[in-house]
């Protein structure tokens, strides 16, 4: 039972493996038809396409009424990717002597503030112990209105751009959603057979099983941005991860919010949360800022990563 267990959650992480790969080589296409930086393809589709299970389990939970699921889902999903995936997109690509990390967006403050406020404004919102239906509507217009701004503000240097011909980029959409479908059904068959085994040997309620089900949940981003980093397209990575954030942040909640407004049962737990959010947000926008994309970086993130697991094991549980 285990190794047939093991043996499918291999199988779809090589499905899914090859399905990021397939993504990013479209995208890439994508981006340098339409002029786009590689940050704002990345951030939007790549971060949307990663996000998708996350969004799958926010509809699931909203129909079942169980909403408080998909909130702890989606803010845990956030420090994750912004701790344990950049920390082990940075860390790896280096233990195999890959040094030269160069993010070429450059996220100024204006930039920065705006998706820093659409990541933290749903839990703002839930402070109150409530969201609302016109709190889902508010977090989709948010999210609206930063896509709006950046596309509009997107600034590339044309010289850098690959020349790709029409049936290229044609050919690049095709590939982008056959990828995508791919992503989404090995993401999640790859957090179906990682739940059966955590249920198989009873480890629900102790932090190895939790521990197991947070990788498996934020895989595609660990692939996506692991992937980019691997290739030197660190916009790309750093794109996907802050897109994934600000989506599950703003789309995943409002929908949650739309079909379903709920109450917050547990709100010192969010209280606690969010201010590892904000704190991480700060210090990962401060290394990024100034292109410090080092070892010791990564380490960083990953130690904090592990804090934020000990606090919400020991603490909160």
Do not use: C
């Not at 920390?87 to 195999?96: E, H, M, R």
């Not at 198989?200 to 996506?224: C, D, K, Q, R, V």
């Not at 397209?233 to 909640?253: K, Q």
Request: proline share 2%; charged share 10%; aromatic share 18%.
């Amino acid at each position: 039972m285990l190794i047939e267990k093991l043996v499918f959650i291999i199988f779809f992480l090589i499905l899914l493996i090859f399905g990021v790969k397939i993504l990013i080589n479209s995208l890439l296409k994508i981006a340098h038809y339409l002029k786009l930086s590689d940050f704002i393809i990345a951030f939007f589709i790549g971060g949307i396409s990663t996000s998708l299970p996350e969004l799958i389990l926010g509809i699931q939970s909203s129909i079942f009424k169980v909403n408080q699921i998909s909130l702890g889902n989606v803010l845990g999903a956030n420090i994750n990717d912004l701790s344990f995936i950049l920390g082990i997109s940075i860390l790896i690509p280096f233990l195999f002597k890959r040094l030269n990390f160069n993010l070429e967006y450059n996220l100024e403050n204006l930039h920065f503030v705006l998706i820093f406020l659409i990541t933290i404004a749903p839990y703002l919102l839930a402070i109150d112990g409530y969201l609302s239906f016109i709190d889902g509507i508010f977090l989709f217009l948010l999210f609206l209105g930063y896509s709006y701004f950046a596309i509009k503000e997107n600034k590339i240097k044309i010289e850098k751009l690959e020349q790709v011909s029409f049936k290229e980029f044609f050919n690049s959409i095709f590939y982008s959603l056959f990828s995508i479908i791919l992503i989404v059904v090995s993401s999640f068959f790859v957090i179906k057979e990682s739940k059966n085994l955590v249920n198989l040997y009873g480890l629900n309620n102790i932090p190895f099983g939790a521990l197991i089900l947070s990788i498996s949940s934020t895989m595609p981003e660990l692939l996506f941005s692991y992937q980019s980093m691997k290739k030197n397209l660190v916009d790309f990575a750093i794109g996907n991860i802050f897109g994934s954030v600000a989506f599950n942040s703003n789309i995943v909640l409002a929908v949650n919010a739309i079909l379903n407004p709920f109450k917050i049962e547990e709100r010192i737990n969010l209280f606690i949360n969010l201010i590892f959010l904000i704190f991480i947000f700060l210090i990962d926008w401060h290394f990024l800022k100034n292109k410090q994309i080092n070892i010791l970086f990564s380490i960083f993130l990953l130690a904090y990563w592990l804090l934020f697991l000990v606090v919400n094991f020991i603490f909160l549980v």
